[in-house]
Every structure is written in structure tokens, then in C-alpha cells.
């Protein structure tokens, strides 16, 4: 029979086990997501994307009625 102190013993280092994949987790994905902004925008984005502004800079008609 687990007594009180021993189910809030257990408790606690199973959270901080949990915590520490958790933090180590949010630790990778941090560093992935920094390097993923460090790469270039592929021209073919940037070239819809000046597409779509010259659309809105003349009136935006999408051929749409």
C-alpha cells in the first residue's frame, strides 16, 4: 500500500522527468525553427508574391465576380 508521501514522491519525479523531455523537446524545436527562418525565400514564393501585389495595386480583380 502506497502511503501519501510515497504517491506524492512518485509524482513529483515523474513530472520532473516529464519536464525535462519537455524542455528538452522545446530546446530542438527552437533551434530547428531558428534555421528553418535563416533560410532564403525560394524565388518562385517571391515571385507570387510580387504577383499578388501588383494585383492589389490594381484593384485586385481576381477574376471573380
Not at 525565400?41 to 477574376?63: I, T, Y
Request: charged share 30%.
Amino acid at each position: 500500500m502506497m502511503t501519501k508521501d510515497t504517491k506524492d514522491a512518485k509524482n513529483a519525479s515523474t513530472r520532473g522527468f516529464k519536464g525535462d523531455a519537455s524542455d528538452a523537446i522545446g530546446s530542438q524545436l527552437k533551434q530547428y525553427y531558428k534555421s528553418v527562418e535563416q533560410e532564403p525565400v525560394p524565388d518562385h514564393l517571391l515571385d507570387l508574391l510580387e504577383k499578388l501585389d501588383q494585383a492589389e495595386r490594381s484593384g485586385g480583380s481576381n477574376g471573380t465576380a
